[in-house]
């Protein structure tokens, strides 16, 4: 049972350079999202998805772009990677049901921004 | 707007000691709460919930009571162990946000032999 899954677990990258962080998942969950986590700052959602071929900004969406092409996939683009993206992303699913259900997470990405 | 604050930490403790994290929140409307735990180089699993007041959600020992009156979902264990070592965030959920959650900023514990 894979649940969500995130590739790369760890990434480092020059400043100015592009890359898209995958997300996956088996559950046929509708809702997807990404957060960054920082110290301090607990998890911050970047952009999320209601279902395939909708897409929305959340709190912190300068710099990453999103796209839904099918239930399963999420990918986070990161266009032209700043310092200030160095984090830890997590992507997360959960069933379109209401307030009540869990958000199931991936392992997370690390990356850096040199 | 809607916000979840608590105790940061970091908390150490030693084995069999007893644990209260502190969680309060500002919601409109009726909030579903939740605390989630991430061990060291993992991502976050649910612990435990509750989605109305005074419900009380309970997993691995830990429990936290939905108290509306006091806005505060405090997250507590009775003996805790080395293997609870982790971070710990309070959550909440609102139905008009689609399932959108609101994180506090975690709480980091240790728990030494």
């Known amino acids: 049972n894979a649940g969500v899954t995130q590739t790369p677990k760890f990434q480092v990258l020059k400043t100015g350079q592009s890359m898209t962080l995958q997300c996956a998942q088996d559950?046929?969950?509708?809702?997807m999202s990404w957060y960054r986590q920082d110290p301090g700052m607990g998890l911050r959602l970047i952009h999320y998805?209601?279902?395939?071929?909708?897409?929305d900004q959340g709190e912190v969406p300068n710099g990453y772009n999103v796209s839904r092409s099918t239930t399963e996939d999420f990918p986070l683009r990161l266009l032209l990677a700043a310092p200030s993206q160095t984090s830890v992303y997590f992507c997360?699913?959960?069933?379109?049901?209401?307030?009540?259900?869990?958000?199931?997470f991936g392992q997370g990405t690390r990356l850096t921004v040199v | 707007g809607n916000s979840v604050t608590q105790m940061e930490g970091p908390v150490t403790l030693s084995e069999e000691a007893f644990l209260t994290i502190n969680c309060t929140y500002t919601?409109?409307?009726?909030?579903?709460l939740f605390w989630y735990v991430q061990y060291p180089g993992e991502g976050l699993q649910l612990l435990l919930k509750?989605?109305?007041?005074?419900d009380k959600g309970s997993n691995k020992g830990f429990e936290a009571t939905y108290r509306k009156e006091t806005t505060s979902f405090h997250l507590e264990k009775g003996s805790v162990q080395v293997s609870d070592s982790a971070v710990y965030f309070c959550?909440?959920?609102?139905?008009?946000?689609?399932?959108?959650?609101?994180f506090g900023p975690g709480t980091s514990l240790s728990v030494i032999p």
């Open positions: 997360a699913s959960s069933p379109r049901q209401g307030a009540k259900t869990e958000a199931f």
């Open positions: 919601a409109t409307g009726y909030p579903s």
């Open positions: 998805s209601v279902g395939a071929g909708i897409t």
């Open positions: 559950m046929n969950h509708e809702y």
């Open positions: 959550a909440l959920t609102l139905k008009t946000s689609y399932d959108k959650v609101i």
């Open positions: 509750a989605t109305k007041a005074d």
